[in-house]
C-alpha cells in the first residue's frame, strides 16, 4: 500500500511558477514510476508527465512540454512538478499517481495503482 500526498497547489498569476510536491509513504517508493495528472472542471483527467523508477526517463504531454518538469528524490520518497511559465488553461486540480515497476502506457490512468487526493492550481489571467 503506498499513500500519496500532493502539496505546492495555490494561486499565481499567468506567466508565474509554482512547485508540486507529492510525498509517498511507505519503504518501496524506489519500485514506482511516478505520474502527475490535472483534471480541470467539467473535463477528463488528463496526463501532465511522468517519471520513471530511476528518474532516467522522463515524458511529458505537449501541452506542457518546455514549461513543466517532472522530477525525484528517492531519498525522500517525494516526486516534484516544476510548473513555470503558467497559462491560465493550466488551472485544474492536480494529482499524483504511482505505477507498481512501471510501465509503457505511462499516459494511460489504468497504468497507476495509486493515486493522491489532489492538490488546487489555478492562474488567473
Known amino acids: 500500500q503506498v499513500q500519496l500526498v500532493e502539496s505546492g497547489g495555490g494561486l499565481v498569476q499567468a506567466g508565474g511558477s509554482l512547485r508540486l510536491s507529492c510525498a509517498a509513504s511507505?519503504?518501496?517508493?524506489?519500485?514506482?514510476?511516478m505520474g502527475w495528472f490535472r483534471q480541470a472542471p467539467g473535463k477528463e483527467r488528463e496526463f501532465v508527465a511522468a517519471?520513471?523508477?530511476?528518474?532516467?526517463?522522463?515524458f511529458y504531454a505537449d501541452s506542457v512540454k518546455g514549461r513543466f518538469t517532472i522530477s525525484r528524490d528517492n531519498a525522500k520518497n517525494t516526486v516534484y512538478l516544476q510548473m513555470n511559465s503558467l497559462k491560465p488553461e493550466d488551472t485544474a486540480v492536480y494529482f499524483c499517481?504511482?505505477?507498481?515497476?512501471?510501465?509503457?502506457?505511462?499516459?494511460?490512468?489504468?497504468?497507476?495503482?495509486?493515486w493522491g487526493q489532489g492538490t488546487q492550481v489555478t492562474v488567473s489571467s
Open positions: 499517481a504511482a505505477d507498481f515497476e512501471g510501465s509503457r502506457f505511462v499516459e494511460s490512468l489504468r497504468s497507476y495503482d495509486y
Open positions: 511507505g519503504r518501496t517508493f524506489s519500485r514506482y514510476a
Open positions: 517519471i520513471s523508477l530511476s528518474g532516467i526517463s522522463t
